[in-house]
């Protein structure tokens, strides 16, 4: 990863940042603080309770914790 003028090694977080800026950047924020507390609230969302179907319906992090009991 991080190589020289690789553009894969990006497409993960281009593609999370395309989803925020989707989903959370419609509005427009007062100050700064209001921006930081939206994007920590949405990355809060997205990573716990958002589900997706390429993760079997479930969260990142559920997908995570049982992936990580199969493998031990």
Not at 5 to 21: E, P, Q, R, V, W
Request: charged share 30%; with cysteine; glycine share 2%.
């Amino acid at each position: 990863m991080s190589r020289k003028a690789t553009c894969l090694d990006n497409a993960a977080m281009k593609s999370f940042f395309h989803i925020m800026k989707v989903e959370v950047m419609d509005e427009q924020f007062e100050t700064k603080a209001s921006l930081i507390k939206a994007m920590t609230e949405w990355i809060d969302f997205y990573n716990h309770r958002r589900i997706k179907t390429k993760l079997d319906g479930k969260s990142p992090v559920k997908y995570r914790e049982l992936t990580a009991q199969k493998a031990a």
